[in-house]
T-cell receptor
Framework: GAGVSQSPRYKVAKRGQDVALRCDPI?????LFWYQQALGQGPEFLTY????????KSGLPSDRFFAERPEGSVSTLKIQRTQQEDSAVYLC??????????????FGPGTRLTVT | GQQVMQIPQYQHVQEGEDFTTYCNSS?????IQWYKQRPGGHPVFLIQ?????EVKKQKRLTFQFGEAKKNSSLHITATQTTDVGTYFC??????????FGAGTQVVVTP
């Protein structure tokens, strides 16, 4: 079956522009996560959705970052007034269940954002 | 900051050799997961360990969780070029949120 998909795969933005990154999780997956991966580092947690509810946004680096999942399926991560330090790969992951049931996360291919 | 530290950061291995990468924490972990990320790819789940002293094998890969649940290791035998990539350990909270280490980048020379 289809895995997690993300679009666009690559995005170049000029400093100060707004960007929107899309994640299509595996159909029926309840939990959705966004991570930010800087070059040469491990992914860092940004935010977590259970269905349409954003239960944890503690990893969002600033109020320029906003995420939503209005119908409990597709999610969008929006970055306003992009800065050079926002350059990274943004990974989306989903899993079938809510809390501590099952443990494997399925990652999408990521969106590589470059801010010039 | 990252709760789990990985060593080494880089590992150059001759094809056919064995190597081990380590994941350490200053606190007791409830679980440890291992992921592999190929160059240009995304993390792919390999395994989860939850019990003290647990050992799991996947073909040439052996995963171990320390007795004190503060460290874990991944041992690969007879390394192949397909083993190239970065190996991450991560710990998961009850919601599934992962906290990753910085990874061990593995380069295999034929």
């Amino acid at each position: 079956g289809a895995g997690v998909s993300q679009s666009p795969r690559y995005k170049v933005a000029k400093r100060g522009q707004d960007v929107a990154l899309r994640c299509d999780p595996i159909s029926g997956h309840v939990s959705l996560f966004w991570y930010q991966q800087a070059l040469g580092q491990g992914p860092e947690f940004l935010t977590y959705f259970q269905n349409e509810a954003q239960l944890d946004k503690s990893g969002l680096p600033s109020d320029r970052f906003f995420a939503e999942r209005p119908e409990g399926s597709v999610s969008t991560l929006k970055i306003q007034r992009t800065q050079q330090e926002d350059s990274a790969v943004y990974l989306c992951a989903s899993r079938p269940y809510a809390a501590d049931r099952g443990y494997e996360q399925y990652f999408g291919p990521g969106t590589r954002l470059t801010v010039t | 900051g990252q709760q789990v530290m990985q060593i080494p950061q880089y590992q150059h291995v001759q094809e056919g050799e064995d190597f081990t990468t380590y994941c350490n924490s200053s606190t007791t972990l409830s679980n440890i997961q291992w992921y592999k990320q190929r160059p240009g790819g995304h993390p792919v789940f390999l395994i989860q360990l939850v019990k003290s002293g647990e050992v799991k094998k996947q073909k040439r890969l052996t995963f171990q969780f320390g007795e004190a649940k503060k460290n874990s290791s991944l041992h690969i035998t007879a390394t192949q070029t397909t083993d190239v990539g970065t190996y991450f350990c991560a710990t998961r909270d009850s919601w599934g949120k992962l906290q990753f280490g910085a990874g061990t980048q593995v380069v295999v020379t034929p």
